[in-house]
């Protein structure tokens, strides 16, 4: 065989070997590099989530410090009596309202589903607080006018009243419940801790 030609297969082959090796080894460094950037992402996401979740305790925590005077008046309420007490109790929830999307990626099913519960018992007592101070302002309005044919309205508000002092009483027991099983769910996890449970969260 023509040394020239062997020599210049030899080096062609080389080249090929070349190209080869530092085609696997670039393939090889943009894969480690992507996989690199999917675990800060995922850690990235993570310390987002867990944020999430200390601001939910705290916004629970500090909205039951907020209503936590008139829930005493509804434990000391007898049944069939009406709440008589004006609260201007007007709670956003403004962590929850802003932040619905990303409770969908808590992968825990249980605690995932216990914060939504217990919010939505939440504005459901704000909705029925609030309309119970509807109904008083309307009796109270009644009350003072001289008009005798306001008697029987007056007597239809305070059924309305009555009804309502056991709906918010019994919306009041099944909140505190599921108060108290979302900030020991959220301290179970260490949330509040420094070294929370990885398995809660996921991307």
């Not at 309005?141 to 056991?166: C, K, N, P, V």
Request: glycine fraction near 6%; hydrophobic fraction near 40%; proline fraction near 2%.
């Amino acid at each position: 065989m023509d040394p020239q030609f062997l020599s210049a297969l030899i080096g062609f082959g080389g080249s090929i070997i070349g190209a080869l090796v530092a085609y696997f080894a670039a393939n090889k460094a943009t894969a480690q590099a992507h996989k690199n950037q999917l675990e800060l992402e995922e850690k990235r996401y993570r310390v987002e989530l867990r944020s999430l979740l200390q601001a939910i305790h705290d916004e629970i925590e500090t909205a039951w410090e907020i209503y936590e005077d008139y829930g005493k008046v509804l434990d000391s309420l007898e049944d069939g009596k009406p709440v008589m007490m004006q609260s201007p109790i007007g709670v956003n929830f403004t962590i929850y309202a802003m932040n619905c999307h990303r409770i969908g990626q808590i992968e825990d099913h249980d605690l995932r589903k216990l914060i939504i519960t217990t919010y939505a018992r939440a504005f459901e007592q704000v909705a029925c607080i609030q309309e119970n101070n509807r109904m008083l302002t309307r009796r109270d309005f009644l009350l003072s006018t001289d008009d005798m044919s306001a008697e029987h309205r007056i007597e239809e508000q305070q059924g309305q009243l009555d009804f309502y002092g056991g709906v918010l009483k019994r919306n009041h027991f099944e909140l505190r419940k599921l108060k108290d099983q979302l900030l020991r769910s959220l301290h179970k996890r260490g949330v509040l801790s420094d070294s929370p449970s990885q398995a809660l969260l996921t991307k």
